[in-house]
């Protein structure tokens, strides 16, 4: 029988992370040396697609980090890359692929310290692992979250699922599908989130999922109003189920206190950055999300199957 990404991380490798750095395993990034360490590596066939365009995965396998940096309160300072090369993938997109990466080390001023190139007979892997520097003296995890404390959520949810089926469709809906290929890391938020977050993660795996980690880690329950989680246009008359369920948002899920209501939103108006305040802690446990008539929307969320 296949095992559980996250029981195995919980069961096998948080015993050996025993270093206060490590945070168990519970959170999106560690802290080592006085910086936020985070690695993710995105791969063919699961993360992305085939044929998804090769400098845009280039670009997302750094961006997917830079969103754990940001949700820590820290900007970007370095990377390190690793590639790994099919067989049978023409080598001439390699150039392709370090022309977008090029791109987004510029854009988003992160120098590359190294990495790591092989080939191999299955399907290309590239993974990174990037440096951040604290904007602040706390970085929030997502064990911090406490009854009473608004929950807020960046921008808008379910765009990425809905450009991943539209791709799929073969329908070029640019309004969603540029989400899923090209997530925007809101690093531009970081600095909010080190000031005004207590408890804080990106949502890469769905939110109502996602939602359910702060709520174990921290000890608490998250109640969500479905109506509340923003939507964008090609969204507007989505399944709430699917919007919150379907990953790749690359948006920041937050908790704060009451009184940083309006600094929050002040500095989210500042960064050009839309904020949403989806709901409130409540003590108790798991993260329910609440339609009109106080019926919970089913929820579903990303986790991979590992092995046979
Ligand atoms: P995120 O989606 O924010 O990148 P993950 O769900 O991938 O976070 O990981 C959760 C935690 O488990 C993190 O602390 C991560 O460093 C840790 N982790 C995941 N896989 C491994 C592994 N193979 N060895 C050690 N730690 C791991
Ligand atoms: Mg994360």
């Given amino acids: 029988m296949s095992a559980d990404e996250f029981e195995t991380i919980a069961k096998l490798f948080a015993p050996l992370a025993r270093d206060a750095g490590a945070r168990g395993l519970i959170d999106d990034a560690a802290l080592f040396a006085g910086h936020v360490v985070t690695t993710d590596a995105i791969v ?87 440096f951040g520097v604290p904007c602040g003296a706390r970085t929030p995890s997502r064990a911090d ?23 799929n469709k073969g329908v070029a809906d640019v309004r969603v599908t540029e989400r899923y290929l090209l997530p925007e890391p809101r690093v531009g938020f970081a600095e ?32 969500i109003e479905a109506d509340r989680v923003p939507r964008s246009e090609a969204g507007r008359d989505a399944d709430i189920a699917v919007l919150v369920s379907g990953g790749d948002d690359y948006e920041i899920l937050f908790t704060a206190e009451p009184a940083s209501r309006a600094g929050i939103e002040a500095a989210a108006r500042g960064a050009g950055l839309a904020v949403s305040r989806i709901g409130v802690v409540e003590a108790g446990e798991g993260a329910r999300i609440l339609g009109p008539d106080g019926t919970p929307v089913p929820l579903a969320g990303y986790r991979h199957r590992l092995g046979r």
């Fill in 192 to 223: 909010t989130i080190a000031r005004f977050a207590a408890a804080s993660m990106d949502v890469s795996d769905g939110l109502a999922q996602d939602a359910g980690k702060i709520a174990a880690a921290s000890g608490v329950a998250l109640r």
């Fill in 145 to 167: 979250a406490r009854p009473g404390q608004d929950i807020w959520v960046t921008g808008t949810i379910g765009d990425a699922v809905l450009g991943l089926t539209a791709l």
């Fill in 44 to 130: 063919e066939g699961v993360h992305f697609r085939p044929d998804d365009p090769i400098d845009t995965v280039a670009k997302k396998a750094l961006r997917v980090n830079l969103s754990d940096l940001a949700a820590k309160g820290a900007r970007p300072a370095a990377a390190l890359l690793t590639l790994i090369w099919p067989d049978a993938r023409p080598s001439a997109q390699i150039a392709e692929f370090a022309r977008g990466l090029g791109e987004d080390l510029a854009r988003y001023e992160v120098a590359l310290l190294g990495g790591d190139t092989t080939s191999t007979p299955g399907p290309l892997t590239v993974s990174v692992t990037a």
